[in-house]
């Protein structure tokens, strides 16, 4: 520094000399910039020199040893001149252990032969650098420790040991700043490895991959470790950008990819996979974000593998890792590996590493195959399909295999495990059919279809928890609701029932274990033979499991639409000729199956209406937005833990984008809802259509009375029940009338059970609000009714005739049959296509329809006073009483009125009644049975039972009883029903007598486990009489006279006394307000009145504005004869018809008088017909 003095002073008149002299030098001082070879940053105090003399630079303090030139201080030498240094330099650092590092990298590239020792020495110094200085000189630091790296030789691992350790410290230090962003650019923008490393050297790839390879094998250092798994992206994304620098720097892209590499670096990357596998599947409890960071990671890294290595070798590693894991591992680690699972699979070139070619052929018939996928030029598909998960198809097609077994096991696992997998495989299939490259020739999609065949097999697997899934369920997200998944899976109307309970009773579908099988739906088609043999017998460790583990919970309903989504997507994008050959290949249980996963598809995607729609909205926006809308408004960091997982919950738990606009949301789902349900009715319909062409005959067999047939007729009926769109029902019905001409015998000529169920669920949709459906169920139903007519030559439609009056009977006994004017307008639609049909006048055909929609008229007449009375049981069985007595003479009306007055019973829990229904049914089959020589008792043998069997005695033996196809095993069925019955409702001593007709038929099957199971129930009813004969603990009921009085609210009933039966010890005041109460909402509480004395009314004294009602308690009335009979108290209150009831009165007329005076009248009234205890199937009109 150099000192002046400015002279302040100006004198224009002083000579020019004196003006130029403003400027005096006054003195100098000095301070060296380095100090140690590094820049001075400091406050110092130094003195001034009057002069500059040679050699001034030297040590003034006296450190030197050179001697000191003559200097002349001013001020003896006090410090004058004040001054403080601060260095602003990216070069040079103030940092001692930085400073030493970096000078000693230099002497070392210098050409200096430093001890390997210190460099050690100057590494480990460099973990005390405070953060700021890092961070400030980031990329010089981390490229002079990756080019120490590199430098070292082999021998010397320590050095990279510790290189990479001081690298880890910097990477944590910047993550622990949220300065990540740095480390990524440091990577994308200025990281470049070695060009040309020298024999002895490593390159950054191969020196990182063992020098962390060591770092994970040091089990005393767990702070590192830890910090290195946490943070392992970094050093695994640095190998890969080294790898294809690598490879393009020595031009050894073009070189096969087995050369590309060294077996060293092969080597070196198996142990570093080896070293980190413990890591998460033993310390994933203690470092969990650790071990989840370092999975996501490594699968990224091996993903990148198979652009630049051998992919052979990748597969490999995937292998080893996969196989690190293993089928008791809990949930976090199945997390773990499906989240590593997810990250390969999105390979770009998935497709072409999963090989889509048909193997089973010769090696040039493959190459030939490759080339034509390579030139996306399919030809025919080869017949050689592989359909099951087998070892040879994992090894064919790896990753596919490979997902698809983990799926497997997924599927028998926790809600958690299940929902993740089946969201990889289904996301994954999403970006199989939205690539761009595999669109533009429909043989694409077909060929990446066929390699997920095997996933049909998965399906089968689970096919009952597929079918037993809520369709209706408000959750449709995550499994975290129990609730959810507790609800049974059912269609949605009983209405069903009658159809498909009779197909299956018919078919064969026996009892189980002396149980009867309730089937009141159609869940017994989805029949599944679990005894069938193992398919899946080459797999490995696994192959057990598959099938074995029993599942944890049900399936949500994510978990069932996500998988029949695939298995839709499958079945539609591959071709015709693929499928033949795979049912043709497959056994006929798997047809079965296949052919159940198509009815379960159009349950489950039905249109469930945009008020459910809107409840399952409400429910998913109130779980997953309310509790933090903030939080999902917030930019993830790519660090944070489970992110992947997090991510793949918020896209697969809701299969929309919610808005903050509620409608919009409700609108914008029912929209997808709609064509997802048209869309999968559409495929099915497809797939079924091809399946009935293409086994014509297989279905035929015994004019189609085969559980084919009844499976295919299952999913046809099925498209009716769910309900369609308008455009699926055109198509429907179209194939409906294709399904009658193709199949005429197995409708008209078989058994009547398929005709039956068509009715049913024809006159079902004759109903409907919309005019084009009316119509088209009209035509179809014209179309049916035609087509018999033509069957039998022109002579008769009898079977549709009978069947279509059976089915509008069970419409209307279900109170199913709804809007009596579109149904009437349905009537007139056939009647006019009779009429205007030219090819039929000359016939009677047209005449038989009309007779037919005039019966049916007649029977609808009945469907207002069924609607009238929906609310009163009592008077609702009376009237389904008195339709099945007008059909005494036809058996399958009768049996249908009677199995309808059955479940009004069962509703109302009134069991006793249902099951003497069930004996009514029960005795009627055996009388048919025993006209037809084909069982040894009739009525005869229900006579113990219930004296008024009489009543099934009017069957007549007319045309009409050649469309009956009773069997011996439906009234076994039926019989066992009674049992059941009987057994709830407390009447053991009748279950003797059902049983005495079952056992010789058990007998003459020799089915001893059945046998063993009666004789058990036998022996528990007689147990159970005895026990309550001894406490007189069961109550057989309580009888009541009931009478109706009021000729403009009664009508017909007016004047009309009824034996009313009423349970346990039903009290006078109980019978009579539950009777006001029911008149009363019917007529109006201020119109309905209880008559409160027993004593005979008289109607023309009583005021005509009120409903009178008299209310009187009976007992059973016996004479001396009877009570000698009947001991028990069973028998006092079964078959009865004589009740008594007792009213004072006096000779003068009063009620009351003295006691002399008093006297009792007691009023014995005959029933109609005989009551069972608790068990009147109707009411008893005195």
């Not at 003559?70 to 930085?98: E, G």
């Not at 690190?324 to 976090?332: A, E, H, I, N, R």
């Not at 007792?1142 to 008088?1153: F, M, S």
Request: proline content about 3%; charged content about 25%; overall charge positive.
């Amino acid at each position: 520094f150099t000192f002046y003095h400015i002279s302040c002073e100006y004198n224009t008149k002083a000579s020019t000399k004196k003006r130029d002299s403003v400027e005096t030098l006054v003195g100098y001082t000095w301070l060296p910039l380095m100090k140690d070879g590094r820049v001075v940053s400091l406050e110092q105090q130094l003195p001034v020199s009057a002069n500059l003399p040679a050699g001034y630079l030297n040590d003034k303090n006296g450190e030197s040893k050179k001697p000191l030139p003559d200097i002349k201080w001013v001020d003896n030498a006090k410090p004058l001149f004040k001054l403080r240094s601060h260095v602003v330099s990216t070069i040079y650092t103030q940092d001692t252990h930085l400073h030493n590092f970096f000078q000693h990298c230099q002497m070392i590239q210098s050409g200096s032969q430093e001890s390997p020792a210190d460099l050690v020495k100057y590494l480990k110094c460099l973990h005390a650098m405070e953060t700021q200085v890092i961070i400030k000189f980031l990329p010089t630091i981390l490229i002079q420790l990756f080019q120490v790296l590199t430098m070292v030789t082999k021998e010397h691992l320590e050095i990279a040991v510790n290189s990479t350790r001081v690298i880890i410290h910097i990477v944590s230090k910047c993550h622990e700043e949220g300065l990540e962003h740095y480390l990524r650019s440091f990577l994308k923008y200025v990281f470049v490895t070695n060009k040309s490393p020298s024999s002895n050297s490593w390159t950054t790839h191969e020196v990182l991959a063992t020098a962390v390879t060591a770092i994970l094998k040091q089990s005393a250092d767990f702070l590192t470790i830890n910090k290195l798994l946490k943070y392992s992206w970094f050093f695994l994304e640095t190998m890969v950008k080294s790898m294809a620098q690598y490879l393009l720097g020595g031009n050894k892209i073009k070189m096969p990819r087995a050369q590309r590499f060294p077996d060293t670096y092969h080597q070196a990357l198996q142990s570093l996979l080896l070293a980190i596998i413990p890591h998460i599947t033993i310390r994933y409890g203690e470092i969990h974000e650790e071990a989840r960071n370092v999975n996501v990671a490594l699968a990224s890294f091996i993903k990148r593998c198979f652009t630049f290595m051998d992919r052979g070798f990748a597969f490999s590693l995937v292998n080893d890792y996969i196989c690190g894991f293993s089928l008791k591992d809990p949930k976090v680690l199945t997390e773990f590996k499906f989240d590593f699972l997810m990250t390969v699979c999105n390979h770009e070139h998935y497709i072409p590493l999963n090989l889509p070619m048909t193997f089973g052929r010769t090696k040039l018939q493959r190459v030939q195959d490759f080339i034509s996928y390579a030139v996306e030029r399919f030809g025919v598909v080869d017949l050689n399909l592989e359909y099951n998960l087998t070892e040879e198809y994992c090894r064919n097609h790896f990753l596919v295999g490979l997902l698809l077994r983990e799926v497997a096991v997924a599927l028998q696992d926790c809600p958690e495990i299940r929902h993740l997998s089946v969201a990889v495989l289904k996301n994954l299939m999403i970006k199989h059919a939205f690539d761009d490259r595999y669109t533009v020739y429909k043989n694409q999609q077909a060929r990446i279809s066929l390699l997920y065949m095997p996933l049909f097999e998965l399906l089968y697997e689970n096919i009952t928890q597929l079918s037993m899934s809520d369709p209706l369920g408000v959750h449709s997200g995550l499994p975290m609701s129990a609730s959810r998944d507790d609800l049974m899976f059912t269609y949605p109307s009983n209405q069903n029932s009658r159809s498909n309970t009779m197909i299956d009773k018919d078919l064969g579908f026996s009892a189980q274990n002396g149980h009867v099988v309730k089937r009141e739906d159609s869940r017994g088609s989805l029949f599944i033979d679990h005894s069938a043999p193992d398919t899946t017998d080459g797999m490995h460790r696994r192959s057990s499991t598959i099938s074995r583990v029993p599942p944890l919970n049900r399936f949500s309903q994510y978990e069932v639409k996500s998988l029949l989504m695939c298995f839709l997507h499958i079945v539609k994008t591959i071709s015709e000729d693929t499928l033949l050959a795979y049912w043709n290949k497959v056994s006929a249980q798997e047809v079965m199956n296949f052919l159940s996963l198509l009815e379960i598809c159009l349950v489950q995607f039905r249109y469930i209406g945009k008020r459910n729609i809107a409840r399952s909205q409400d429910g998913l926006v109130s779980k997953h937005f309310a509790p933090d809308r903030k939080s999902q408004t917030m930019p993830a960091m790519r660090s944070r833990p489970g992110l992947m997982q997090t991510k793949l919950q918020q896209l697969n738990t809701m299969d929309n984008s919610f808005t903050l606009n509620p409608d919009a949301d409700v609108t914008h789902q029912s929209l997808l809802e709609g064509n997802i349900a048209t869309e999968s009715s559409l495929i099915v319909l497809d797939i079924i259509a091809l399946f009935t062409q293409s086994f014509k005959t297989q279905l035929l067999d015994n004019d189609g009375h085969n559980p084919l047939m009844k499976k295919v007729f299952d999913i046809y009926l099925t498209f009716l029940k769910m309900g369609q769109s308008e455009a699926a029902l055109k198509h429907v019905f179209a194939s409906l009338r294709a399904f009658i001409s193709k199949f005429p015998s197995a409708v008209f000529k078989g058994r009547v059970n398929l005709c039956a169920a068509f009715c049913y669920e024809v006159l079902k949709c004759c109903t409907s609000k919309l005019s084009s459906n009316r119509g088209e169920a009209a035509a179809l139903l014209y179309f049916l009714m035609r087509n018999n007519f033509e069957f039998t030559k022109r002579k008769t439609f009898l079977r549709t005739h009978l069947q279509i009056i059976i089915a509008v009977s069970q419409l209307i006994a279900d109170v199913a049959l709804t809007g009596g004017s579109r149904f009437q307008e349905s009537l007139s639609i056939i009647n006019n296509f009779a009429n205007s049909d030219k090819a039929m006048k000359a016939t009677v055909f047209p005449s038989d329809v009309k007779d037919l929609t005039k019966k049916i008229r007649t029977v609808l007449m009945a469907t207002a006073q069924m609607k009238e009375h929906e609310r009163d049981p009592e008077m609702l069985v009376d009237l389904q009483y008195s339709l099945a007595k007008s059909y005494a003479s036809t058996p399958e009306l009768r049996k249908t009125w009677l199995e309808s007055m059955a479940k009004v019973h069962v509703k109302n829990g009134d069991f006793s009644e249902a099951a003497m229904c069930y004996v009514h049914v029960a005795a009627l089959v055996a009388e048919y049975l025993h006209r037809k020589k084909t069982f040894s008792s009739g009525l005869s043998a229900f006579k113990k039972i219930t004296l008024n069997i009489d009543e099934e005695s009017a069957m007549k033996e007319d045309v009409g009883m050649q469309e009956v196809y009773y069997t011996e095993e439906i009234l076994v069925e039926l019989l066992e029903l009674c049992v059941d019955g009987l057994w709830k409702a407390e009447r053991y001593e009748l279950i003797a007598e059902v049983s005495k007709l079952i056992l010789p038929v058990y007998e003459k099957r020799r089915e001893f486990e059945k046998l063993s199971h009666l004789y058990s129930t036998l022996h528990r009813a007689y147990s159970k009489v005895i026990e309550v004969m001894h406490t007189g603990r069961r109550l057989l009921g309580t009888f009541f006279r009931v009478a109706f009085y009021g000729q403009s609210f009664f009508e017909e009933e007016d004047g009309k006394e009824y034996i009313y039966k009423e349970p346990k010890l039903t009290g006078l005041s109980e019978i009579s307000q539950r009777l006001l109460g029911l008149y009363g909402d019917k007529f109006g509480a201020e119109n309905v009145k209880i008559i409160q004395d027993s004593n005979k009314v008289d109607s023309k004294q009583i005021d005509a504005k009120y409903a009178y009602i008299q209310v009187t308690f009976v007992k059973p009335y016996f004479d001396e004869k009877e009570l000698s009979d009947k001991k028990t108290d069973f028998e006092k209150k079964h078959n009865i018809n004589r009740f008594v009831f007792e009213t004072p009165y006096t000779l003068l007329g009063k009620k009351h008088g003295g006691v002399e005076e008093q006297c009792k009248r007691r009023t014995v009234l005959t029933s109609e017909y005989l009551l069972q205890v608790n068990s009147d199937i109707t009411f008893k009109h005195i």
